[in-house]
């Protein structure tokens, strides 16, 4: 079965938006956009009709190119107004086999555990280990047998108020919203390898105005950060240092902004327009001084970005090294800079090429936006529950037996009583939907009649019934 994929990567320097189709779990690219970004600021919007303006325009080239109508999309969250928790849940297995609705209740007991502010909103929630009876470092608990199940998740929330914005922008460029995915968690499935994510490893998305870190650790995500410094503080800072306008230490940043071999000669200049002075002045300024302007300023990020990495106490579990993507990273000598300051290996990545990429979403740079492709054609963690409340499972297999469990809601910790859940290991909640369910077992028992011909028991079904 085909059917069309809508991405939209609302970054801080540009939109991006793909259009793709996915067969059989394979996406191919059949139209893309791009938009400078309009009503943003370090990940967050400032002008909900700024950023609609810019999405609608980014979203109309894609669907031109396309020739499609599609309208639902999965969208980018940038970690600038997110929090993450990390919290675990315990459920008896009745049957003792596990499928997919005995995992289900673990993770939804985990998130009762949890500690969420009322002001946030649940967009992941990612197991990243599962102990069965007293066996721990389960992979993958489907199918076996046990009595009681054990998960460790990791809880990402969202600001409601920022989220509602950003819902607002989407909305008003007439797109509906089908999943909200992490921005660093949709740049790791874009350019992470098998191999590294089962050593252990760090990614780290370097933008326009933002860094967005996360860390991969056992089964899925264990730990993500934010910074707002990106490529567009290098830009600020050469402006500033060689007085001249934005646009043109820009253009200086791109052609000589390369930091791998230093420069004392001070004969190697170059000549540069003057702001503040008349319209044809110029000056004259050394490439040694570039380079050490740019170099302050990616070593100060890197260093920032670090001491986030030892903050995460995951720092011995990564294997696999550092994973560097985004526009920031082809600065030439980066890579040599981040592998003495992390002290551990770094890679710099492109997103895997797709079915029909186009050359623009080859870069670095379009590295989310490749991600949320991948992650609506099923690329995503084994298991999790994503910002529709819907269970994901990734394997293709499970597909149909999962469907029955899709949509069944997460528990509200803020609003369930905890009399009701008291004791999660020993009395698992159940929504109206499987306490309904379970009552539809002793469907034949109202057709028994009583001795006066009357139907006592259907009487007392229906009253049930619609009490749930």
Known sequence: MERTILGIDIGSTKICVIIATCRDGIPHVNGTGFHKSQGLKKGSITNIEQASRAIKDAFNDARRVAGTNINKAVIS?????TKSTDSSGVVNIPNSEI?????????QTALYNASIPSEYEVIHILPYNFKLDDQDFIDDPMGMSGNRLEVSVRIITAQKSSLGNLKKAIKSAGIEIENIVLASYASSIAVLSEDEKSLGVACIDMGGSTCELMIHAGNSLRYNDFLGVGSNHITHDLAMALHTPQ?????????????????????????IPSIGGDEDSKHRVSLATVHNVVYARVEETLMILAKSLERSNLKEQLGGGV???????????????????FAMPVRLA????????FTELKGPECATA?????YASGKYTRYEIDSEKHIRYCDEKLEEDSMS?????????????????SNPVNSVPKSAADIKQDLSDITEIKKIPNHQGGNVLSRLWDKLTQMF
Request: proline share 3%; hydrophobic share 40%.
């Open 99 to 107: 499928g997919i609705k005995e995992i289900n209740r673990a993770i």
């Open 370 to 374: 490749i991600g949320l492709i991948l």
């Open 350 to 357: 492109k997103p895997v090429e797709i079915d029909g990429s």
């Open 405 to 421: 469990y899709k949509g069944v809601p997460l528990i509200n910790p803020l609003q369930e009583s905890s009399q009701n859940l």
């Open 323 to 341: 994973v560097l993507t985004g526009g920031m990273i082809q600065l030439d000598g980066i890579k040599q800079l981040a592998n003495g300051l």
């Open 247 to 271: 646009s043109i230490a820009e253009q200086v940043k791109i052609q000589y902004g390369g930091f791998s071999n230093t420069i004392d000669d001070a004969e190697n200049s170059i000549e």
């Open 77 to 81: 969250v940038s970690g600038a107004y």
